[in-house]
């Protein structure tokens, strides 16, 4: 395989940067131990990087889902190089943004009841995207990204049913979106970090999450990812 260099000029007016970047410290170490990807280069200085959590995107298109097919081949050496493994060629400042999340409170106190209010039962469910830009004005994603945690455990008559009514007050510092914020964009006051959890739990709690996102969709991301590095087969040939 021949060695690459950091950027290779395909015509007069096009260059492709052989990198990926992002200003998320925990994204950059769960995507390389998830997904066959070359390290990434942490964007420190953040001021003249655009927030791509705040730019607005309209609803992804359900008719453009990827179509998830699982060929076995014969001979994995025969494959692709991006079916190896990626480059990740010409993405800057990959950037998760949480879309929705939600305990589903009627769902937790409903499953209760069915089990006699003996059980407390807990869920959190999370939709988001993957959005990076490739030059200075073409955004791109990866959507219809989902995961969920549960947690249950026996209780009393009618303990469990309240516990699991009072649980999604007391954890709202458990949403993903305040895993993001608290870890990497915020450090969290002294009063908020002894009512809730330290800047240090909560970035072990986002990183537990980002790898349960990135697994439960394994092969959506693979397949767009895949994609990508397609168009880019004028130069980077396997």
């Known amino acids: 395989m021949p060695e ?37 280069v942490l964007i420190e200085d953040q001021e003249n990087i655009a927030d791509l959590s705040s ?8 008719n453009q889902s990827p179509k998830i097919s699982k060929p076995t081949p014969l001979n994995p050496n025969e494959l692709p190089r991006w079916d190896r493994g990626f480059e990740l060629t010409n993405i ?10 939600s305990q589903r409170p009627f769902k937790s106190i409903g ?18 995207e993957l959005v990076w830009t490739s ?6 994603r990866i959507s219809f990204l989902s995961t969920y945690e549960t947690i249950w455990a026996p209780m009393p008559f009618y303990i469990g049913t309240g ?8 954890n709202v510092n ?24 330290s800047q240090n739990e909560n970035c072990k709690e986002y990183e537990t999450f980002l790898k349960r996102l990135f697994l439960h969709n394994y092969e959506t991301i693979h397949l767009q990812l895949t ?8 130069w980077f040939q396997p």
């Open 92 to 101: 800057d400042n990959l950037t998760l943004v949480i879309r929705n999340e």
């Open 163 to 170: 516990s699991s009514l009072v649980a999604p007050i007391f």
């Open 111 to 128: 499953i209760s009841l069915l089990a006699l209010t003996m059980v407390y039962y807990g869920t959190m469910e999370t939709e988001a």
């Open 174 to 197: 458990r949403y993903p979106s305040n895993l993001q914020k608290f870890c990497i964009q915020e450090k969290p006051s002294k009063l908020r970090e002894s009512l809730e959890q």
């Open 227 to 234: 994609q990508w590095e397609k168009r880019n087969q004028d």
């Open 4 to 40: 690459l260099s950091s950027e290779a000029k395909l015509s007069k007016n096009k260059t492709i940067s052989i990198r990926w970047t992002t200003t998320d410290p925990i994204l950059a170490k769960v995507f390389p131990e998830v997904f066959p990807v070359p390290p990434a």
């Open 135 to 140: 030059g200075e004005t073409n955004l791109h």
């Open 55 to 62: 730019v607005p995107l309209p609803p992804p298109d359900p």
